[in-house]
């Protein structure tokens, strides 16, 4: 039996993923944009998530790299995701300012 519970044990944490942990307020990140979008009402952006939380950066091209300060995380009530507000600045260049915050 505990030959059975060891095997089982093992396999399950090398067949379960690692989730990623979720952004937190006050800590700051390195990210690389994942995605691009244009809004009608927020313009254009890039996209991440860092776990479960999206972050978006006006006017961010795909494969762009960016450190983050996260000042807070709020549900959109538009697409019910976690949304943080944060500042950015970009990594090799001269972009700097806030993100997007959830509306």
């Known amino acids: 039996m505990l030959r059975f519970l060891l095997t089982t044990t093992a396999v399950l944490a ?7 942990q979720d952004a937190e307020v006050g ?8 995605t691009e979008e244009d809004n009608q009402y927020t313009g254009p952006y890039g996209q991440v998530r860092i776990g479960a939380i ?8 795909v494969e762009e790299r960016y450190t983050v300060t996260i000042t807070a995380i709020r549900q959109n009530q538009y697409s ?11 990594i ?10 959830a509306p």
């Open 27 to 34: 800590q700051e990140y390195e990210i690389t944009i994942a």
């Open 54 to 61: 999206v972050v978006k950066v006006p006017d961010a091209k």
């Open 92 to 101: 090799d260049g001269d972009r700097e300012g806030m993100c997007l915050p």
């Open 14 to 20: 090398l067949a379960l993923p690692a989730t990623a």
């Open 80 to 90: 019910g995701d976690r949304q943080a507000s944060c500042e950015f600045e970009q």
